[in-house]
């Protein structure tokens, strides 16, 4: 009998868990849905994609504070949407993705690195070349 | 969708392949039977055709014919299966635990309820956590590109940013489903990982009940199910579910002596995640001391994977640094500061109690248990097989925490919780093999014909 009632006890602790757990999660995860906004990352860089071929490898440069969460963030976001191209954190290559939290002259800060602003896809996503 | 029946291709095969190759099929009772060879087949499923798409398309190239391979491969053991002769059901003693039908409900309840939180996580996530998009499934969308491309998933360039020397299981099977149902939906790294969770529960649940009974074995699942920390890390995608599921799985595999899928098992955790290689080790360690004749038939299983695995990391990743040879510069000066030490410490005693959710913690059902069984000393032999590789684990992941370059507080905060998810699966097993078993008046659980003497000494211990 004790047996019995023990293995019953320990049965319903498991499904009192398991509905905690239900709680709990739904209400984390209403919370935080999305929270590094990887599906608005699909939409934001497809005119990109569609644009640059799949085996460049392309530089980077971002107006978010380096080392930041958010930036790295944003880079493996991009580097998610965009693979296999391959991107690198510097404006060595012939090509540069911009890619911009803010609204700003984009030509103007292409410029103090030597890039020259080769299109502006819109959402702070912009692709640069290098100035030769 | 059409990347969804990938995944139950590989499950179908890995079945199959389960049901005709291992004893699995001869192990009794017949619902512990149909689960091991489902989470043996799943896991094993996945893991296989993950290794041929590996081999075959990022390596040889020869992605585009690999779909027509499997597919035959499938309809070929799909037939030897039919051709078999029926397993005898005289030989299928019934489970005869008088809580077997409440307690199965129960199992399927607790997996209902858990599918659906599952499901709120992945409706909220579809790309799943951080890592899922930044690491595993970032090299799939790599490994799925033609040409030389592919290569670019462990390319020192992008091993400056993320972990592109990490072993290629999960990443590898995604781009496979994704390649072949030329489709890149989120739903396959959430099928993969739910595939991963159903399997560690039946391979818990069934090899408990063949080791210990069907009313031990069902509880061991509920509690594997029930786990809070774990439910949070399926829709994470991340790979530490797959590792618990395969480092279960080998444990599982080598307590029913199946040294061999046990040893492949053993191997797959090593190809998931690199925690998975200091488990094949121990394990390979602990087989040769606890289980010697077994040593041979467990390296042999592990051998293939194992290959595959050294050349990725010799001779693919080798330009992308690991944490491991990150850390030695100045290791010296860590492993001689007391205070990192408290501070490992202290986490690891945090996140244990957080693997619970309020005052419900995945201990609490097996210490009700613990209190009305007691505990068998006929299975101190297997508690301390399993037990030494636990405490061996725990050991080398705290050494690392010790020795590690990273910020320790950032490190121990976004990993530790998933260390103790891999680890509790094992924990679970031993301390449910630890107890007495409630179904001793019952009839004892069989293991296959072939090794009869070798079960039975196993059934003794």
């Known amino acids: 009998m004790r047996v019995t009632a023990a293995i019953l006890v320990a049965a319903l602790l498991c499904l009192w868990g398991v509905s905690q757990t239900y709680a709990l999660e739904t209400d984390y995860q209403r919370q935080n849905a999305d929270p590094y906004q990887i599906s608005a990352a699909f939409q934001r860089l497809e005119p990109l994609r569609a644009a640059v071929p799949e085996d460049a490898v392309l530089g980077y440069v971002t107006d978010t504070e380096t080392g930041s969460a958010v930036e790295s963030a944003m880079f493996l ?4 949407v965009l693979a296999p191209r391959l991107l690198e954190k510097n404006v060595t290559h012939e090509w540069v993705l911009g890619n911009f939290t803010r609204p700003a002259d984009f030509a103007a800060f292409g410029k103090t690195k030597s890039l ?7 959402g702070g996503v912009v692709l640069f070349r290098r100035e030769r | 969708m059409p990347g969804l029946i990938w995944v139950l291709e590989a499950v179908l095969l890995g079945c ?7 004893d699995l099929r001869a192990v009794n009772p017949r619902p512990a039977r149909m689960l091991l060879i489902f989470g043996a087949g799943t896991a094993g499923g996945i893991g296989l055709t993950s290794c041929i798409f590996f081999l075959a398309g990022p390596l040889m190239k020869l992605a585009p014919a690999d779909p027509l391979v499997e597919l035959a491969l499938l309809a070929w053991v799909g037939y030897l299966c039919f051709r078999m002769p029926p397993h005898s059901p005289a030989s299928s003693p019934r489970l005869r635990s008088r809580l077997a039908v409440p307690l199965a409900a129960a199992l399927v309840v607790t997996l209902v309820i858990a599918a659906a939180a599952i499901l709120s996580g992945l409706e909220a996530n579809p790309h799943g956590y951080w890592d899922a998009w930044a690491i595993w499934n970032l090299r799939a969308r790599f490994l799925i590109s033609g040409g030389g491309l592919a290569a670019r998933a462990w390319s020192p360039v992008l091993g400056a940013t993320t972990h592109a020397a990490y072993p290629m299981l999960l990443s590898s099977f995604v781009a496979r489903c994704w390649l072949f149902g030329n489709v890149t939906s989120a739903v396959v790294p959430a099928a993969a990982s739910l595939a991963f969770f159903l399997a560690l529960v039946a391979l818990v649940t069934g090899g408990i009940a063949v080791l210990r009974g069907g009313t031990l074995g069902l509880l061991a699942g509920l509690s594997i199910a029930a786990t809070p920390s774990l439910l949070h890390q399926i829709p994470a995608l991340y790979a530490d579910v797959p590792l618990a599921c395969y480092m279960a799985g080998a444990v599982i595999f080598l307590l029913l002596e199946q040294p061999l899928p046990a040893g492949i098992f053993a191997a797959l955790s090593a190809w998931t995640k690199d925690e998975g290689i200091l488990f094949l080790l121990v394990f390979l360690a602990a087989s040769a001391v606890w289980r010697r004749s077994a040593i041979r038939a467990v390296v042999a ?12 990391k010799r001779f693919l990743a080798g330009g992308s640094s690991s944490l491991f040879f990150n850390s030695l510069p100045g290791a010296a000066h860590r492993i001689l500061d007391p205070a990192r030490y408290g501070t490992v410490l202290s986490a690891f005693e945090h996140e244990f109690i957080s693997m619970g959710i309020g005052w419900y913690h995945p201990l609490l059902p097996w210490a009700v248990l613990a209190v009305a069984l007691g505990l068998d000393p006929k299975q101190r032999r297997t508690m301390f097989f399993v037990g030494a590789i636990i405490l061996v684990l725990l050991a080398g992941d705290f050494g690392v925490y010790i020795v590690a370059d990273n910020d320790l507080a950032w490190l121990v905060q976004t ?18 093999l630890a107890l007495r078993s409630p179904d001793v008046f019952g009839p004892a659980p069989q293991l296959p014909a072939k090794s009869g003497r070798k079960a039975r000494r196993a059934t003794s211990r």
Not at chain 1, 77 to 80: H, I
Not at chain 2, 16 to 22: A, I, K, N, S
């Open chain 2, 16 to 22: 199959l392949l389960v049901y005709r190759w291992t």
């Open chain 1, 116 to 122: 020259r602003l080769e299109r502006d896809f819109g």
């Open chain 2, 301 to 312: 299983g592990a051998l293939p994977v194992a290959v595959l695995l050294i050349g990725f």
């Open chain 1, 77 to 80: 976001a991009a580097q998610y």
């Open chain 2, 415 to 432: 990993s530790l919780n998933r260390i103790l998810v891999q680890i509790w699966p094992l924990l679970a097993i031993a301390a449910f």
